[in-house]
């Protein structure tokens, strides 16, 4: 397998379409760009799917491009770790929409020869999970072993289960939900306006410009990044100190040293994401309602599922609070399907399931070796 130019780092394929869109749209081609850590066994088996989250990639333990920092999730991927590629062939997949390599707003419309910009048609977390589906095909994994997510990647372990039961044996749901709150929907209607009101946005059609909204970019990622934390947390890590100052400057810098950490977040952020695949990654994730896709009724989405679930969140998460959670295992019971569920505690809100929390270490690590067994 090691010499098969499918599997590796940094891996990137256009297959044919159309792909036809939920939404109404299709794609004449698709372009994906993915990583694969391990090797696939004999009777293809071992296939564990990793769904990243919102602002991530497939870059789950490799170095990042473009910042070069680890891999988002090191602390669970790796020699010795629950997502051990010693065990397993570890598969992450940069999402549909994206602006990592995969087809998004900033991809090449072939019909144009220019960036799709806002021509690229709205997509949903379903036509995500189609395209790591048609991924698989192209590298030949029937079932997978896992399909593991926090967060939005939660949301297509969701959908994996649902729309392909019989290529997903088990599914591991962290920090997520069955479908997005008003309140959630709020939150990225307050970003993506103002990405649209940044006057470089210029209705999406920046990119030729060479000057990107990263203005507008940017406070949304700070208040995004607000919904990832805890109030505990931040009093813990900030309080009410200054920034590197002895008093109070009465004017509108960063006096206070939570409004400084915000700051670099969303400058930080502007470096590395597209302001077009926030606004349609967050689009799709509003459009999530599982049970809206299987007659109203949640429960209708696992039916007859031989699937294996763990669902794990976390009791300072007001993103997706615990009762998200709750709402999902009381579907997969009204099912018949086999759940397991615990809530843990962390002072570190929904941005938890990427921290160093070792009782998710030890759940996950247990549930996978629990279906290896």
């Known amino acids: 397998m090691s010499d098969d130019q499918r599997f590796g780092l940094a891996r990137h394929v256009t297959l ?3 792909l036809r869109l939920d939404g109404g749209g299709r794609l004449a081609q698709v372009e994906i760009a993915y990583e694969t850590y391990g090797t696939l066994n004999a009777d293809k088996s071992n296939a564990i799917l990793i769904c990243h989250a919102l602002t991530g990639d497939h870059h789950v333990a490799s170095a990042h491009p473009i910042t070069g920092k680890p891999g988002w999730w090191t602390r669970m991927v790796g020699a010795g770790k629950p997502i051990d590629p010693a065990r397993h062939f570890v598969l992450c997949v940069n999402v549909l929409g994206s602006c990592m390599g995969s087809s998004g707003p900033a991809s ?10 806002m021509a690229f048609p709205v997509i949903t977390v379903r036509d995500m999970v189609r395209v790591q589906a048609l991924l698989l095909d192209h590298l030949g994994i029937p079932a997978l072993a896992a399909v593991v997510g926090g967060s939005m990647g939660g949301m297509q372990a969701l959908e994996w289960a649902a729309t392909y039961p019989d290529r997903t044996r ?8 069955a479908r997005h709150s008003a309140q959630n929907i709020a939150f990225h209607e307050v970003g993506r306006q103002a990405i649209m009101a940044d006057p470089r946005w210029q209705k999406g059609n920046y990119y030729d410009s060479g000057e990107a909204p990263s203005a ?16 505990a947390g931040l009093h813990e890590k900030f309080g009410r100190k200054l920034q590197d100052r002895g008093q109070k400057g009465f004017g509108f810098d960063a006096d206070f040293q ?18 077009n695949s926030y606004l349609y990654i967050t689009r799709a994730l509003d459009y999530f309602d599982l049970a809206e896709e299987h007659g109203g009724l949640l429960a209708n989405a696992f039916r007859g599922t ?3 679930f763990c669902l794990v969140s976390f009791d300072t998460d007001w993103l997706y609070p615990t009762a998200e959670s709750r709402t999902i295992v009381h579907a997969l019971n009204a099912a018949g399907a086999a759940a397991s569920f615990v809530e843990l505690s962390s002072p570190f809100g929904h941005d938890a399931f990427l921290l160093d929390v070792p009782e998710l270490f030890a759940v996950i690590d247990g549930f996978l070796k629990a279906g290896e067994a």
């Open 170 to 177: 088990a599914a591991i749901v962290i920090a997520s939900a």
């Open 16 to 18: 044919p379409g159309p």
């Open 216 to 231: 507008g970019l940017a406070v949304a990622r700070m208040a995004a990044h607000i919904t990832y934390l805890s109030e």
């Open 258 to 275: 939570v409004e400084s950490y915000l700051r670099h977040q969303g400058i930080s952020f502007v470096d590395r994401f597209d302001a």
């Open 306 to 308: 031989k699937s294996r």
């Open 108 to 117: 090449t419309n072939p019909k144009t020869d220019k960036p799709y910009a």
